[in-house]
T-cell receptor
Framework: GDSVTQMEGPVTLSEEAFLTINCTYTATGYPSLFWYVQYPGEGLQLLLKATKADDKGSNKGFEATYRKETTSFHLEKGSVQVSDSAVYFC???????????FGTGTKLQVIP | SQTIHQWPATLVQPVGSPLSLECTVEGTSNPNLYWYRQAAGRGLQLLFYSVGIGQISSEVPQNLSASRPQDRQFILSSKKLLLSDSGFYLCAGADNNSPLHFGNGTRLTVT
């Protein structure tokens, strides 16, 4: 079945550091890929998405590129802020938006 | 775009008591609806999903049930809560034009 593997957290960075959160996937067909963010005590918000190979999703300074050859969708940001502290989930859906498979989430803590 | 409403935001219930969590959707028709559970420090577990009124698919055997009495209403229930039912419950919806949108969740503590 479909699966998503994320790097274990927590990740602790100083403000303005470079962020990478790794995500790899296994899926049949051609999945769409997503990053969701969950701030403390809240639901998940869609951060960015990519629907086909080589697409780059971007939002709020975050980027991720759909790499079919390495089955990866790593999340990056050039300079993190304290307000980016949250849990980040990589996810995929294959065959429309019927069911979404999530990774286990990576907690990011940014310290001033 | 669609908006997912969930309530209550927090709930403390004794073991053996019933449960009813409600989710409603605005801004779309005939969405796919989902209930997820997030246990402390863990990822998201899909509990139920529904592609239409009265159509419920269960992903894992458990003490909970779901119902969809109206197109934009999705209810999570239990007849008798267990301690292990504690967690953060998230309702989500998706349609053909958009990926999953989540509600703000319900924090359930079973004591």
């Amino acid at each position: 079945g479909d699966s998503v593997t994320q790097m274990e957290g927590p990740v602790t960075l100083s403000e303005e550091a470079f962020l990478t959160i790794n995500c790899t996937y296994t899926a049949t067909g051609y999945p769409s890929l997503f990053w969701y963010v969950q701030y403390p005590g809240e639901g998940l918000q869609l951060l960015l998405k990519a629907t086909k190979a080589d697409d780059k999703g971007s939002n709020k300074g975050f980027e991720a590129t759909y790499r079919k050859e390495t089955t990866s969708f790593h999340l990056e940001k050039g300079s993190v802020q304290v307000s980016d502290s949250a849990v980040y989930f990589c996810a995929l859906t294959a065959g429309g938006y019927q069911k979404v498979t999530f990774g286990t989430g990576t907690k990011l803590q940014v310290i001033p | 775009s669609q908006t997912i409403h969930q309530w209550p935001a927090t709930l403390v219930q004794p073991v053996g008591s019933p449960l009813s969590l409600e989710c409603t959707v605005e801004g779309t028709s005939n969405p796919n609806l989902y209930w997820y559970r997030q246990a402390a420090g863990r990822g998201l577990q899909l509990l139920f999903y529904s592609v239409g009124i009265g159509q419920i698919s269960s992903e894992v055997p458990q003490n909970l049930s779901a119902s969809r009495p109206q197109d934009r209403q999705f209810i999570l229930s239990s007849k008798k809560l267990l301690l292990s039912d504690s967690g953060f419950y998230l309702c989500a919806g998706a349609d053909n034009n958009s990926p999953l949108h989540f509600g703000n969740g319900t924090r359930l503590t079973v004591t």
